[in-house]
C-alpha cells in the first residue's frame, strides 16, 4: 500500500514545523516539498528527509503549489496526500488513511480525524459546502443544522489519483484557503464524494505557520467571496453577504468581549467586501 500514495508539502517558512512533519511520516514514501518561501533552512530539512524540494521562486499560493507538484508526479493514478507542513501524520496512519479511501469507489478524498495541541477536544474536519441558503440558516442561530460532512479541510487531505485526474487540479485564483473545497465541490459536481476516516488521527497546529491573524482573517473571507461568486453567482453573493452582515450585526450587538468584537469585525469586512479589502481598495 505503501508504493500507492505520493505524498506533497506546500510549505512557507517555518521550517522547524516541516523537520517534525517529515520525521512522524517516515520514510517509506515519495514526498515532494514546494517551498513557496524559497527559505534555505526549508530547503536544507526537506532534503536532509530524502524530499525531493521545489522552489518555484515566488510565493505562488497554497492551489498554485499543489497544482506544480502535482506535475511532478511520476504516475497520475497514483493517490496524493496533501500534507500541511504544521500537521503531523505517522506512515501508518497514511496507510489507514488510504485503506479508508479505497473501501469506497465512489470517494475523491477522504481525511482523519485532527487534535490541535493548543486546543481543547478535537478540531472540526468535515464540514457542509457554503451556501447562500446556508448562511442565512447560519445568521438565525441554527448551524447546528448544519453538520453533514461535504467536504474535508485540506491540512491532511489524501486525494484519490483518478479523481484528480477527472477533476483537474486546484483553482489558482484561490491563494489561500477555500480551495480545497472549491476542489471537493467540483468533485462532488461530478459524483465523487468525500470522507472523514474518524478510526485516523493527526495532529494540526491551527495557523502554525504564522502570518498576521487578522491578515488571515481577510484572505479567508475574500476566498469565502470568490467561492461563492464562482458558485453562485453575483445575486448567490449579495444574499449570502447579507446574511453575514446580518448575523454579525446582531452578535457584535449582544455578545460579551472578544466573541463581540469579532462579530463587529466581520461585519465591517462584509460591509465594505472582502475581496475589495484583499487588495487594498
Not at 190 to 213: F, K, R, Y
Not at 273 to 279: D, I, L, N, T, Y
Request: hydrophobic letters at 40%; glycine letters at 12%.
Amino acid at each position: 500500500m505503501a508504493g500507492d500514495v505520493d505524498v506533497l508539502v506546500v510549505a512557507y517558512g517555518a521550517p522547524g514545523l516541516l523537520d517534525r512533519c517529515l520525521s512522524a511520516l517516515g520514510d517509506r514514501f515519495s514526498v515532494d516539498v514546494v517551498d513557496n518561501s524559497s527559505d534555505p533552512e526549508v530547503r536544507q530539512v526537506a532534503e536532509d528527509h530524502g524530499a525531493r524540494y521545489t522552489d518555484p521562486g515566488a510565493n505562488l499560493g497554497f492551489a498554485a503549489g499543489v497544482n506544480l507538484g502535482i506535475t511532478l508526479r511520476p504516475s497520475p493514478d497514483v493517490d496524493l496526500l496533501l500534507l500541511n507542513p504544521d500537521a503531523q501524520i505517522d506512515a501508518d496512519g497514511v496507510e489507514a488513511l488510504a485503506r479508508c479511501l479505497h473501501r469506497s469507489p465512489g470517494l475523491a478524498c477522504v481525511a482523519p480525524a485532527q487534535t490541535d495541541p493548543s486546543a481543547e477536544g478535537p478540531a472540526r474536519v468535515a464540514w457542509p459546502f457554503p451556501t447562500p441558503l446556508g448562511a442565512w440558516v447560519e445568521a438565525v442561530g441554527l448551524g447546528r443544522l448544519r453538520r453533514r460532512a461535504e467536504f474535508m479541510i485540506g491540512s491532511v487531505l489524501l486525494v484519490r489519483g483518478p479523481a484528480l485526474a477527472e477533476v483537474g487540479g486546484f483553482d489558482e485564483r484561490f491563494f489561500l484557503y477555500a480551495e480545497e473545497t472549491d476542489w471537493q465541490w467540483r468533485a462532488h459536481q461530478l459524483g465523487w464524494g468525500a470522507a472523514l476516516c474518524p478510526e485516523v488521527t493527526a495532529t494540526h497546529v491551527g495557523a502554525g505557520t504564522g502570518g498576521d491573524p487578522v491578515q488571515r482573517e481577510i484572505h479567508f473571507h475574500a476566498s469565502q467571496e470568490r467561492y461563492i461568486r464562482k458558485h453562485f453567482g453575483a445575486t448567490g453573493w449579495r444574499v449570502y453577504r447579507s446574511a453575514v452582515l446580518s448575523g454579525s450585526l446582531v452578535r457584535g450587538l449582544v455578545l460579551p468581549g472578544a466573541r463581540g468584537r469579532r462579530a463587529t469585525d466581520r461585519f465591517h469586512l462584509y460591509r465594505r467586501g472582502p475581496c475589495r479589502v484583499e487588495s487594498g481598495g
